[in-house]
């Protein structure tokens, strides 16, 4: 009898433990089940949105004239037409009116069926970037100075009260500023651009990675971004696409969180791009313009 008793209790034993054991695996299962999803630490892809302005034609006046570099002449504008101006891009671009010496432009009007341009001769026109600010309510144009330039033979006549017809900007891109790594790539022509883009980057919290190759025909350019230090600004002194071309193959894109903007003349930019085409690079976040064609 004893020795029945002590298997029974075994067995007893045994399946009590069993029961213990599946009770466990049952709340174990519970708990995991009532768990929060974990929490994925990789950030969302962000990708530059395009939005439309409404068209408008201003004419403005010249506040200031202003030379705030060896290569650039700033023109200050301002008026009451200058309301409700907006430019959410930092590459944004508006064109600017130029009238032969002697004539007047009479700023064209927006229709349903589209721009009236009035009377008379069209006046040339050039694509600039503007540098608004929206507390002084003033809009500024830095003009490259070179020979041969329409826009840079009128800002260097330019004076306080003189006028000048702009249109735009048509509509804007907005590039997210909080790319962790971003690189930027242009010369003289991009460099207002360029200018308006790190100012904003430099009044982030934690500021970015940010690397710019700039071409530029004399070092003496350099003083339009000298506020910048914070930033690593590489010169390439005198116009070499080949120079540049061979920077960067140096530069090592990051698999996630870029940006790059590519600008220039046209068919450098193009070749430039050839550098960031292939299965590793997302087209959606390189952006490049073509700021002039040589002639």
């Not at 002590?6 to 995991?32: E, G, P, V």
């Not at 009128?154 to 249109?167: E, M, N, P, Q």
């Not at 500021?207 to 600004?233: H, R, W």
Request: hydrophobic share 40%; aromatic share 12%; proline share 6%.
């Amino acid at each position: 009898m004893s020795f029945g008793l002590t298997i029974s209790k075994k067995i007893l034993h045994s399946f009590l433990m069993a029961i213990i054991i599946i009770c466990s695996n049952f709340r174990y299962i519970y708990l995991i089940s009532r768990r929060p999803p974990m929490m994925t630490t990789m950030k969302k892809t962000q990708y530059p949105q395009r939005v439309q302005n409404e068209l408008r034609f201003r004419e403005l006046t010249v506040l200031r004239v202003e030379r705030v570099s060896a290569g650039f002449q700033r023109i200050v504008l301002g008026g009451d037409a200058l309301d409700g101006f907006v430019s959410q891009g930092f590459d944004d671009h508006t064109k600017l009116f130029f009238p032969q010496e002697g004539a007047t432009f009479t700023p064209p009007q927006v229709t349903d069926e589209g721009i009236n341009w009035g009377e008379g001769v069209r006046p040339a026109s050039r694509d600039y970037t503007p540098l608004y600010d929206a507390e002084r309510h003033e809009l500024a144009y830095d003009f490259f100075i070179h020979d041969g330039g329409i826009a840079s033979r009128w800002a260097l006549a330019a004076s306080v009260g003189d006028k000048l017809v702009i249109g735009g900007p048509r509509g804007s891109l907005v590039v997210p500023e909080d790319y962790a790594w971003q690189l930027y790539v242009g010369d003289e022509s991009g460099m207002p651009a360029l200018l308006r883009r790190l100012r904003a980057l430099s009044q982030l919290p934690v500021p970015p990675q940010v690397t710019a190759i700039v071409t530029i025909g004399d070092a003496s350019y350099k003083d339009y971004l000298a506020e910048f230090d914070g930033f690593n600004i590489e010169w390439v002194v005198g116009h070499n696409p080949a120079a540049v071309a061979e920077r960067l193959t140096q530069v090592s894109v990051p698999a996630e969180d870029y940006f790059i903007w590519v600008t220039g003349e046209g068919a450098v930019v193009k070749s430039l791009l050839e550098r960031f085409k292939g299965d590793e690079i997302d087209p959606q976040l390189v952006r490049s313009q073509a700021y002039w064609h040589s002639k």
